[in-house]
């Protein structure tokens, strides 16, 4: 039996993904979203939504740029603050001891001890309601030599991230694999 | 020591979201996506990025509406294949036994067997590349009462819901909570 539920953001699973950009003092900022994902392969992209109030919004919007480090579960309280302060009233990097890294490719900090980075430009903004959507095309990604599969790309299983339930308000861990994908649905095959 | 690899749309984790909607002969499709989240509280949306040249493209197009149907491991087989055969060639309920059910709110159908639905009226399109990102606005949730928690929301245990991972290319489970959300930040706060 199917209830009726009233409108709410609570479609999961739902990234944890730290969004990193600088101020107009080029101080580094760090900020937790759970609202984003691919959103194009050609360009490849990611998209991040934030309210206008954000201190990351005026960064973006000013520089053109952000990068997305996704932490490990070893990090969680860290990403959980990112979450919590403004880098309006403090330097989250400076309150954690973690590292702001100046990419290369983009003018935007990224968090020098998470695992995996995706450094992106600001190729498109929607202005949807109370957020604001931030299109980004990823120019390069860093990962740790550590956290590499056998294929040359990170292995979620080493990286160890986590994800959020915005109904439980808990973050929970991703486990192992289930199955295979574009397998299991070819008995449906004619 | 961090490497640099190409651009990529390997970010994760990426929900696996089974997108409903009506063809121009009111025919009932359903197309799994990776490549989507929410992206506004207010008014609460959600989006999905699709490839023009999916079917599932031109019944939004044309009726400005989507369901988003959230499987369970049970339904991991037929999400699989809601990914991979195209309902321009096929009735994909019909090849997997599920039931279309139409939507009261928008126009456009939901796997009545999957715990958790979003109903969406399409308010946004957004061409990005190969990819157009739709948004919708979630004016309606329906949920299995057998999933509901103590807060009166879906409990994503009960969901047992999966996500997939680009990288190896395996659908992953989602495991137990790790900690609650904003609360071990707080011994970062002053």
Redesign the interface.
């Given at each position: 039996?199917?209830?009726?539920?009233?409108?709410?953001?609570?479609?999961?699973?739902?990234?944890i993904?730290c969004v990193g950009s600088y101020d107009s003092e080029e101080k580094p900022n760090v900020m937790t979203i759970?609202?984003?994902?691919?959103?194009?392969?050609?360009?490849?992209?990611?998209?991040v939504?934030l309210r206008k109030a954000t201190y990351t919004y005026g960064c973006i919007m000013e520089h053109k740029a952000y990068t997305?480090s996704?932490p490990s579960?070893k990090y969680?309280?860290?990403?959980?603050?990112?979450?919590?302060?403004s880098g309006k009233n403090?330097d989250?990097f400076a309150?954690?001891g973690l590292t702001p890294v100046r990419s290369e490719l983009v003018d935007a900090p990224y968090v020098?001890e998470f695992p995996v980075?995706?450094e992106c430009r600001l190729?498109?903004t929607?202005e949807?309601?109370?957020?604001t959507?931030f299109?980004g095309?990823?120019?390069?990604?860093?990962?740790?030599?550590n956290v590499?599969?056998e294929?040359?790309?990170?292995?979620?299983n080493k990286?160890e991230?986590?994800?959020?339930?915005?109904?439980?308000?808990?973050?929970?861990?991703?486990?192992?694999?289930?199955?295979?994908?574009?397998?299991?649905?070819?008995?449906?095959?004619?």
């Open positions: 039996m199917m209830k009726s539920l009233e409108p709410a953001t609570i479609a999961f699973p739902t990234p993904w759970a609202w984003g994902g691919i959103c194009c392969s050609v360009p490849p992209c990611l998209t939504s997305v996704i579960v969680l309280a860290e990403a959980d603050y990112f979450g919590m302060a403090v989250k309150a954690t020098g980075v995706f190729i498109h929607l949807i309601g109370l957020h959507q299109v095309e990823i120019v390069g990604i860093k990962a740790d030599e590499m599969g294929n040359g790309l990170p292995d979620m990286v991230t986590f994800t959020y339930d915005s109904t439980s308000k808990n973050y929970l861990a991703i486990g192992s694999p289930v199955e295979k994908g574009f397998n299991p649905g070819k008995r449906f095959m004619k």
